[in-house]
């Protein structure tokens, strides 16, 4: 079980004070890529969604790739948390999303089985912040995430073809979808509060859908 807080977004002003029982301990920088599908037999634009731990977590989330470090200090404010996870990074290219991305694309292409890979030259939100605490590590870890779109993905049909129960499509409009995000579930399973907020945008989900490949 985790217990997560959207601490910022590129909008929100992070001068507020830090909570020190909430210090994470190390950073994970992520990067997420969304992918829009129009789903067979007329019924619509879904994101493809992936369970990676179905035997801990049991989330759906969307494709990812990311690097782990150690926070190296305390900190007073989130703007200062942020700041020192960004200058503890000991690979300066896994700070910056361009830098991160060639390897993160190679690492999804290989996990799903997909040929030539490409998303939007700018993420479609950028460095949002999430202090997270994990029961069974006892520890806080904050994440830092970048959102991709992505905008071509050869061999696609495999991530929806087959039976795998750990492969999923959510719908990005109509009852399903509102129930989604009132539930934060979908067939059974838990869906990534990250996303769920993420979809909780109208505009975001407008991109999606007219971005359906």
Known sequence: MTDSILISTERVDMSGVLDTEKTPERVIFSLVFLVPFRMAQDRGV???VYNYSPDRWKLWFPPYHFHVWE???QAVTYAELIANAVRACPD??????EGHLPE???AIQAKFGLGRLEVNSSPMVQREAWLRFSKTENQWTLY???YYLVTCAEERASL?????PLKSVIPLYGPDFCKILSTERYRGLGVSDNLVNFL???SRVELLVSSAL
């Open 46 to 48: 879904g994101l493809f």
């Open 104 to 106: 993160a694309i190679g």
């Open 200 to 202: 909780r945008e109208q």
């Open 160 to 164: 929806v073809a087959s039976d795998d």
């Open 71 to 73: 926070m190296p200090r």
């Open 92 to 97: 300066q290219r896994t700070i910056d999303p």
């Open 144 to 146: 830092l995430i970048n």
